[in-house]
């Protein structure tokens, strides 16, 4: 009984691989399915939260030291697909200066994951547009660094 349970649920997550395989990259499920970077970073040198025109919500935390991200961590409400960009987008930003971080776009996200449809690239435009928040609350706290004392993060 245990034995054919366990057959059907293998091939069941087989079947369930094989429709994904029809639509997304073997990068985009990787990606969906073991998230790179999840979780908060405390009181992080840049921080964006942005929700999308879809409802969801997606956080980015940055760690700079010497001018350069040394970590990047996120967290989503989203899709799998939004857990892919977000992965994807806190690992092209490692290690980047914050000038280079800043052309990380939509399109990049979407060429290193291999492409989405098009009706779940905007979770690509999400990931870029909250990682440019967090860029831009870096330079801010980098002018401004009283600031830093009201932020809630
Ligand atoms: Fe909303 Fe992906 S479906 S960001």
């Not at 990259?25 to 999308?52: A, M, Q």
């Not at 994807?88 to 000038?99: A, D, P, Q, R, W």
Request: hydrophobic share 35%.
């Amino acid at each position: 009984m245990t034995e054919d349970l366990d057959k059907l649920t293998k091939e069941l997550n087989e079947r369930i691989m094989e429709d994904m395989r029809k639509i997304y990259s073997e990068k985009v499920i990787d990606y969906f399915l073991h998230p790179r970077n999840l979780g908060r970073i405390d009181d992080p040198e840049g921080y964006g939260k942005i929700t999308g025109p879809c409802g969801d919500t997606m956080e980015v935390f940055l760690r700079v030291i010497n001018g350069r991200v040394a970590e990047a961590n996120f967290m989503t409400d989203g899709c799998g697909t939004t857990i892919a960009c977000g992965s994807m987008v806190t690992e092209l930003v490692k290690g980047k200066s914050i000038n280079d971080a800043g052309e990380i776009t939509r399109d990049v996200i979407l060429e290193n994951l291999g492409g989405l449809p098009e009706s779940e690239q905007h979770c690509a435009l999400l990931a870029a547009n909250t990682l440019h928040e967090a860029l831009k609350d870096y330079r801010l706290l980098e002018r401004e660094p009283w600031k830093r004392a009201y932020r809630k993060v």
